[in-house]
């Protein structure tokens, strides 16, 4: 039979390194990695699953830290409720998330995917540990999967898949806290399995979706599904910072030989998605560092220098250079800079509170008594706060009187409260068909807003 090994080490070009000739799966079977990098990954990575896990029951301002409701069109982000009002700011945050990630693609390479993206902080650090600890490390894993079914073998298979589906189960009602609301999912549990047997049925079939990905499809979601992997070709050159082998100094391999490298293949051996880091940059590669620490490991073994498999540019390690920025990375930088100062400046200056007055189309000005103009308006008061309020309105410029019609202004929060008025002005006030307004809002008492409109009066005397 032949030897995946020696197949991919001839064929990393051709195809991915999880394919055999026939096109089958070659499964892979990763060591466990250790190191310094690998500790500080998975320090990021158990943060990221503990916020993930949390957030929507952890209430800041009378709100979950991150609440996405789409149903409703609601948005809560760390106690900063967002409305459809506000629906271009999230434009933004996501246009500056998307310039960020291709920044730091261009500079770092797949840094992303290596150390923060949900599939390898599942993957590396919450399913893989679980196989690590159930089957053992790397060569006990492939004993047991060559070896015929026994009573060892279903047991360990029924312990690891059934803790697979309990995790996948309650990430995937975790997700449905984030959508609908922890409450809603409470609620939703009591009646289960005999009630809501339809959501029950659809809550079974995402889970089922999130244990194929983690169980069984896993790092092909990398290097076969996932389009920023197909996109890094376009955004990386000679200057990316990567994790790349120094080949001028490993060459040639093996002990004895006047490179540093000895051909131990422990980079291979931790590596995720099965690849060579020797043969160079590669699709599957997510400069997750696992083989900088495993090389690490061996040359402090030998009493050789570190960094034989190092973050570095393909140009420093040909050339001997430092990385310089060039003008991709300069514009992309300008433009995400740009992004952060507006998007900082807009969620500054973003208020609790929005309120429209316009002028009701297809309307004129009417007399108000003897010595009096009015005009009618409609009001939206949009509350942006987590609590009932109450505002009252008040002419600033020039004197007169706003009556609104129907109930005082009230907004529940996240109401939006839409009302007619009128504006009555002296007919001495009234200097021309369109003369300006300047209205105050208060809320307690203090002056919250300003808002601008016109007053429409008669052409005669606009002279």
Not at 327 to 352: E, K
Not at 368 to 397: C, H, I, M, R
Not at 431 to 446: C, D, M, P, R, T
Request: glycine fraction near 8%; aromatic fraction near 12%.
């Amino acid at each position: 039979m032949e030897n995946p090994e020696d197949y991919r080490e001839s064929t990393f070009r051709d195809r991915p390194t999880t394919f055999s000739k026939e096109g089958k799966r070659l499964w892979l079977f990763p060591k466990m990695p250790k190191g310094k990098l690998y500790n500080i990954r998975r320090v990021i990575a158990w943060a990221l699953l503990a916020f993930f896990y949390l957030a929507p029951f952890l209430k800041f301002r009378g709100e979950p830290l991150v609440f996405l409701n789409f149903l409703e069109r609601k948005f809560v982000l760390f106690g900063s409720t967002f409305y459809p009002q506000d629906f271009y700011l999230l434009v933004l945050a996501v246009i500056a998330l998307v310039v960020f990630i291709v920044l730091f693609t261009v500079i770092y390479g797949r840094i992303f995917c290596g150390w923060v993206c949900p599939q390898t902080v599942f993957l590396e650090f919450l399913y893989r540990p679980i196989e690590y600890l159930i089957d053992g490390d790397s060569s006990e894993q492939q004993k047991l999967a060559n070896q015929e079914m026994d009573a060892t073998k279903m047991l360990k298979r029924i312990l690891k898949h059934g803790i697979y589906l309990i995790i996948s189960f309650f990430t995937i009602l975790t997700f449905m806290a984030y959508v609908i609301g922890t409450g809603e999912v409470g609620q939703m549990l009591k009646g289960w399995p005999l009630e809501g047997f339809g959501i029950l049925m659809g809550v079974w079939a995402f889970t089922g979706a999130h244990y194929f990905v983690f169980a069984w499809f896993r790092e092909q979601v990398c290097t076969m599904v996932c389009p920023y992997g197909r996109l890094q070709g376009v955004m990386l050159d000679v200057n990316t910072i990567l994790v790349a082998y120094d080949y001028k100094r490993g060459e040639p391999r093996g002990r004895g030989e006047k490179g540093d490298c000895i051909n131990c293949r422990k980079c291979v051996a931790v590596c995720p998605t099965g690849i060579d880091i020797r043969n160079g940059t590669q699709l599957e590669c997510i400069n997750c560092t696992a083989c900088i620490d495993a090389c690490n490991s061996v040359m402090s073994v030998i009493n050789k220098p570190t960094g034989l498999i190092r973050f570095a540019s393909e140009k420093s390690i040909s050339e001997g250079k430092k990385v310089k920025f060039n003008a991709r990375v300069i514009a992309y930088s300008a433009v995400l800079f740009s992004l952060l100062v507006l998007i900082t400046y807009l969620f500054t200056v973003r208020g609790s509170f929005e309120t429209h007055i316009i002028r009701a189309q297809g309307t004129m000005f009417q007399e108000y008594g003897p010595d009096s103009y009015s005009n009618l308006y409609n009001l939206e008061l949009v509350n942006k706060t987590n609590s009932d309020v109450k505002v009252a309105l008040k002419l600033l410029f020039p004197e007169g009187e706003i009556l609104v019609m129907g109930d005082s202004l009230k907004a529940g929060k996240g109401e939006v409260a839409q009302r007619n008025l009128l504006i009555v002005l002296k007919k001495s006030d009234v200097k021309s068909s369109n003369n300006h307004l300047e209205i105050g809002v208060y809320e307690a008492g203090k002056l919250i807003n300003t808002i601008s409109s016109t007053f429409v009066g008669p052409n005669s005397l606009d002279k």
